[in-house]
C-alpha cells in the first residue's frame, strides 16, 4: 500500500472511532433526562444501560460474519446510516 491508501485506511477507521465515541457520549447524556422524564427510577437506568451493552457485545459477531460474507464498506455504510 502506498502513502495515499494507508491515509485513506486510517482515516475510515478514525471516523468509526469517533461515530462510536459519540454515540457513547450522546447516550450518556441523554440518558439521565430521559429516565427523569419517564419518572425511573436508577435500577432502570442500570438495566437500559445493561441492555445497550448487551446489544452491542452480542451484535458484534453478526456483523463480523456479515463483513465476511459482503462488502465491508457498504456494512460499514449501513452502521453510519442507521446510526445518524
Sequence with gaps: MDHRHILRALSGLLIVL??????TTVVSVALPQIIGSLDGTQSQYTWVVTATLLAS???TPIWGKLADLFSKKLLLQIAIGLFV
Design 18 to 23: 469517533f461515530v462510536a465515541m459519540i454515540s
Design 57 to 59: 457485545t452480542a451484535s
